[in-house]
């Protein structure tokens, strides 16, 4: 893996502001470090997290946590498949995608240990792409629901927003994220 490329990304390869702020939640200087280390991340916060918590909804938020992880494993698929779309060169624009319709479609319901699994293996099948682009491929830019980004930038996003969301979980449950 070239470190290099896998540094963080540039102001011009980043959409928004709030793209940015997902970003500079992420230490470190190599996104797949981070990545690695939010599976332990995501298996010791789901494992400690209560039974009854899982389905109940923590005033002021609207999603229970099994629909945060829902959430969390779909953005995971859309930034995979958006990574390996760019990074492949396609130049076809791709449209977005509104999360809310499909944390209220409540279309993943199913034991909370199978959501983690799936989460945990999609964030290892995107380390793996990650890992199998040759460094130009991290420079390689392409449009998604209107806004011109990097698939480095996408990496990056992913992890900060996969922190955002665990953080939120944690504090629900009064409970502490390990150390990244």
Same mark, same amino acid.
């Given at each position: 893996?070239?470190?290099?490329a896998s540094?963080?990304?540039?102001p ?6 709030? @793209?940015?702020?997902l $970003?500079?939640r992420?230490r470190?200087d190599?996104? $797949?470090e @981070?990545?690695?280390a939010? *599976?332990f991340? $995501?298996?010791? +916060?789901a ?7 899982v389905?109940k +909804? ?7 946590i099994? @629909? ?6 779909d953005?995971e698929?859309v #930034?995979?498949?958006?990574?390996m779309r #760019?990074?492949?060169?396609?130049s076809?624009?791709?449209v977005g995608w ?7 479609s409540r #279309?993943?319901?199913?034991? #909370?240990?199978? +959501?983690v699994?799936?989460?945990g293996?999609? !964030?290892?099948?995107?380390?793996? +792409?990650?890992?199998?682009l040759v460094?130009?491929a ?5 449009v998604?629901d209107?806004k !011109?980004?990097s698939?480095? &930038?996408?990496?990056?996003l &992913?992890?900060g927003h996969?922190?955002?969301h665990?953080s939120?979980v944690a504090k629900?449950c009064?409970l502490a *994220?390990?150390?990244m």
């Amino acid at each position: 893996m070239d470190r290099i490329a896998s540094r963080r990304p540039l102001p011009s390869e980043i959409a928004s502001p709030y @793209q940015q702020g997902l $970003i500079d939640r992420v230490r470190g200087d190599c996104v $797949i470090e @981070q990545m690695e280390a939010q *599976l332990f991340t $995501i298996c010791e +916060l789901a494992s400690s997290v209560c039974v009854e918590q899982v389905d109940k +909804l923590h005033s002021p938020y609207t999603w229970t946590i099994r @629909q945060v992880f829902e959430h969390c494993a779909d953005a995971e698929r859309v #930034f995979g498949y958006r990574i390996m779309r #760019f990074a492949a060169g396609d130049s076809t624009e791709l449209v977005g995608w509104d999360e809310n319709v499909y944390a209220d479609s409540r #279309f993943g319901l199913g034991p #909370f240990g199978q +959501l983690v699994n799936e989460l945990g293996v999609l !964030r290892q099948a995107n380390v793996h +792409l990650l890992r199998r682009l040759v460094p130009q491929a991290w420079d390689r830019l392409g449009v998604a629901d209107g806004k !011109r980004t990097s698939v480095r &930038a996408i990496a990056w996003l &992913a992890t900060g927003h996969l922190d955002h969301h665990l953080s939120i979980v944690a504090k629900r449950c009064g409970l502490a *994220l390990p150390a990244m």
